[in-house]
């Protein structure tokens, strides 16, 4: 049975380390700041779900170490720090360096690809997130809050969004954008992390893009929702379903099931369901040797794509609104 290592308390021992085990892993899990004890453990493969300032030292002192690196989103605070990454990674071309965009590996996002022809070419996508979560003004200061560790909802979610546009559609080339701190203090202390996000997106061949991010609503936790429009009809992903509609008819489910209880579902998404799928692949990977079951994975260079889109929102925001080239 292989070894995983998961590092962190809040995803990794919530979500990760009950559903690797269930996907047939041996787990072990450790606080973040006791990273260290695993890189001479008899670990295969370690996630990392630390605040994005501690990707980069982490992922590399792992990679040197010969072990597997599943690497949370984002990929790093800033671009330079993600090339780092892909140039590490690079070094090591026996081991698995992945982001964990554990939704590329859904049935309903696969359907997804597969079936974008059908559209006949993408006018435009539509990208809600609306959240009550960070909404209560006296929920504590953490490193959330911090945007010099890489806390914020554009990187959090924002992330994943950007990822899916590129896994689906294709690549973005140039963002607007309009970040917002709503809630500036918290437990006496100041917050620097946005925790609003309106973004335009450009991709290649015409396609334009908006997102709609919040962690701060005052209603009821939504559903996030993804609309693809193209020429002759739309899809819509909704936590792990997948639906279509030609144009002007109704939408049906095509692909999915309904959400199902695991840690990590949300409102905000199927996270459990991709985990336990994205576990499997691994598994397959790791003990089978079959490393086409991780075709749909986000590697390193996925996240430094992604990591563009991120930092070119951010300067367009401190730009006035200005569009930034990828």
């Keep these: 049975m292989k070894k995983v290592g998961t590092i962190g308390s809040g995803w990794a021992a919530r979500v990760q380390t009950p559903l690797f085990t269930e996907a047939g892993f041996e787990v072990v899990n450790v606080k973040g ?20 300032s501690e990707h980069l030292e982490m992922s590399t002192e792992f990679l040197a170490r010969g072990k597997h690196v599943l ?20 070094k090591y071309p026996d081991l698995m360096a992945l982001i964990d965009h554990e939704l590329r590996f859904l049935p309903a996002w696969r359907a997804a690809r597969e079936r974008m022809h059908e559209l006949g070419g993408v006018r435009f996508i539509e990208v809600r997130y609306s959240s009550p979560a960070r909404g209560d003004r006296s929920r504590e200061w953490n490193w959330w809050s911090d945007a010099d ?3 914020g909802i554009l990187g959090a979610v924002g992330s994943h969004f950007a990822d899916a546009m590129r896994y689906l559609v294709g690549e973005i080339e140039e963002v607007q954008a309009m970040l917002v701190t709503m809630i500036d203090e918290r437990s006496g202390k100041r917050v620097t992390a946005d925790d ?17 991010l919040n962690a701060v609503a ?23 379903e997948l639906f279509m509609a030609k144009r002007g008819e109704a939408y049906a489910r095509v692909a999915g099931e309904e959400m199902p209880k695991l840690p990590g ?21 790791l003990e089978d040797g079959d490393r086409s079951a991780l075709a749909p994975a986000a590697t ?22 200005r569009w930034e080239k990828i």
């Design 33 to 52: 700041h006791d990273w260290r004890t695993l890189l001479d453990s008899d670990i295969d493969l370690v996630t990392i779900t630390t605040p994005p």
């Design 71 to 90: 690497c949370e989103k984002p990929t790093a605070l800033n671009v330079h720090e993600a090339q780092e990454l892909v140039a590490v990674s690079e």
């Design 149 to 151: 560790r890489g806390g």
């Design 196 to 212: 609003f996000a309106a973004v335009n997106l450009r991709l290649a061949g015409g396609t334009c893009a908006v997102m709609t």
């Design 218 to 240: 005052s209603g009821p936790d939504e559903q996030a929702v993804i609309t693809i429009h193209g020429e002759s009809g739309a899809m819509r992903l909704l936590g792990a």
């Design 265 to 285: 579902n949300s409102m905000g998404g199927a996270f459990g369901s991709g985990t336990i799928e994205l576990a499997r692949a691994l598994k397959r990977a």
């Design 300 to 321: 390193f260079r996925d996240g430094l794509a992604q990591q563009r889109v991120l930092d070119a929102a951010r300067r367009s925001s401190s730009n006035g609104g």
